[in-house]
């Protein structure tokens, strides 16, 4: 069945650092990708998505590309802040199916001043 | 900005004592959903809710788990009988139509099992 892969963590960077958070899928036909963010004591929230090869999501500073013949959608930001410490989760939807999302373990992130 | 809400933020339990786990959805969202996390493991989707009934749920919905939507704004999990592992997190989502659409989550409600 369809599954995603996360990186373990915490990921831990000082601020102004570079993040890269790996995230593989296996999924049979062409998912649509996500990273959703969870901030402490809140929900998850849509960071971003890509729904075809080599698309490219962004939101907030993060970016990610939809690599199909390496099936990944790592998660990248140029330069993080004390703000961006949360949760990350990458998840895959298979089109023409349930549209129920299928989500990896998460990545906990923590940014240090 | 409308979000979706959950209580308990924590519920402690023993075990073989039913449980009620609840969520007000975004009010103009028609679908709803429950997924769960057990600790360092992966969110798994429990069961999917439209039009009064359920639409989908995984191989983990068993019948010890139900869903009411009791009223126009409450959501409901219930666990009947509940075991050591249904100690997780508990999310609930809703989004106002299906498909690659943006779900959107609550806080969630940590479940401890005794």
């Known amino acids: 069945g369809d599954s995603v892969t996360q990186m373990e963590g915490p990921v831990t960077l000082s601020e102004e650092a570079f993040l890269t958070i790996n995230c593989t899928y296996t999924?049979?036909?062409?998912?649509?990708l996500f990273w959703y963010v969870q901030y402490p004591g809140e929900g998850l929230q849509l960071l971003l998505k890509?729904?075809?090869?080599?698309d490219k999501g962004s939101n907030k500073g993060f970016e990610a590309t939809y690599r199909k013949e390496t099936t990944s959608f790592h998660l990248e930001k140029g330069s993080v802040q004390v703000s961006d410490s949360a949760v990350y989760f990458c998840?895959?939807?298979?089109?023409?199916?349930?549209?129920?999302?299928?989500f990896g373990r998460g990545t906990s992130l923590i940014v240090h001043p | 900005e409308p979000e979706v809400t959950q209580t308990p933020s924590h519920q402690v339990t023993q075990m073989g004592q039913e449980v009620i786990l609840r969520c007000v959805p975004i009010?103009?969202?028609?679908?709803f959903y429950w997924y769960r996390q057990i600790l360092g493991q992966k969110v798994e989707f429990l069961v999917s809710?439209?039009?009064?009934?359920?639409?989908?749920k995984s191989e983990i919905f068993d019948d010890q788990f139900s869903v009411e939507r009791p009223d126009g704004s409450n959501f409901t999990l219930k666990i009947r009988s509940t075991k050591l592992e249904d100690s997780a997190m508990y999310f609930c989502?809703?989004?106002?139509?299906?498909?690659?659409?943006?779900?959107?989550f609550g806080p969630g409600t940590r479940l401890t099992v005794l």
């Open positions: 999924a049979t036909g062409y998912p649509s």
């Open positions: 989502a809703s989004t106002w139509v299906t498909g690659d659409n943006e779900q959107f």
């Open positions: 998840a895959l939807s298979a089109t023409g199916g349930s549209y129920i999302p299928t």
């Open positions: 009010s103009n969202h028609l679908y």
């Open positions: 890509a729904t075809k090869a080599d």
């Open positions: 809710f439209y039009n009064n009934e359920i639409s989908e």
